[in-house]
């Protein structure tokens, strides 16, 4: 039998079917969600697409993340043309905000789950840096996500002036 160990109030085995993952009740099929002393986590990811400006590189996208667990994706750099909002035939629920016009830059977004989508209480895009979605887990649990995209230091002038 392996060893545990004991950490911060957690028992930690060197088997990954005993570091306390289990079910939770935001999504019963996503089984490899972990649970700490503080509650269910929530699984967040962030991912600078470079790109997500037609459904070849959305799909690409969800092809990539299949493996992984997650209930919501924060997208930057989405370089869309439009604002793009959809459910997908899979249950995905996209949010696409669009480019800086006349300039291929910006843009940011989030790809909701299937199996939470039917939580998104409201989305809003603010401006081609910031989108904010919240998601109605319970009567008296809410969760709002800010997505914020701001420039790297390699950008120009011009750009990093625009953005503050």
Known sequence: MPSSMTSGGETVSEKPENLGLRRTSLEPYLTNTRTTRYGECFLLCTYNARTLSNDVDLHALLVTVECNKFYVIASQETKIKKIDIRQLNNGSFVIRGEEVPSRNVGGVGF??????????????IFSHCITVLCLQVSHHKKITIINCYSPTDAVDDYELNAFY
């Open 111 to 124: 790809v909701v789950h299937p199996s939470i989508a039917h939580f998104v209480d409201s989305y809003e």
